[in-house]
Nanobody, 116 residues
Framework: QVQLAESGGGLVQPGGSLRLSCVVS????????MAWYRQAPGKQRELVAI???????NYADSVKGRFTISGDIALNTAYLQMNNLKPEDTAVYYC??????????WGQGTQVVVSS
């Protein structure tokens, strides 16, 4: 019954911006973390950014200074503002959440393509 829904992906030119959104429904236990992962074809899924329930954040080195994760964990929402996008950012981006019992939930992903 737990569902995550991502939106905001699309095609953008290098140097452009996108804002991804994630909304979570059906979670009974309190959410402790929300995160964004990405996976390019033929590559491992990697953590892009994570935010905790006390608003601590962490980012992959490749996106520091360009991406910002934010959210309202109490309302089970998260966002990823992506600025100065580069072709190497092209991937499917997945929203992830973890609750107080250690369960994890995943969205189905939203495609981001950075190309001129």
């Amino acid at each position: 019954q737990v569902q995550l829904a991502e939106s905001g992906g699309g095609l953008v030119q290098p140097g452009g911006s996108l804002r991804l959104s994630c909304v979570v429904s059906g979670i009974w236990y309190r959410i402790l973390t929300m995160a964004w992962y990405r996976q390019a074809p033929g590559k491992q899924r990697e953590l892009v950014a994570i935010i905790t329930n006390n608003s601590n954040t962490n980012y992959a080195d490749s996106v520091k200074g360009r991406f910002t994760i934010s959210g309202d964990i109490a309302l089970n929402t998260a966002y990823l503002q992506m600025n100065n996008l580069k072709p190497e950012d092209t991937a499917v981006y997945y929203c992830n959440s973890g609750d107080r019992l250690g369960a994890e939930y995943w969205g189905q992903g939203t495609q981001v393509v950075v190309s001129s």
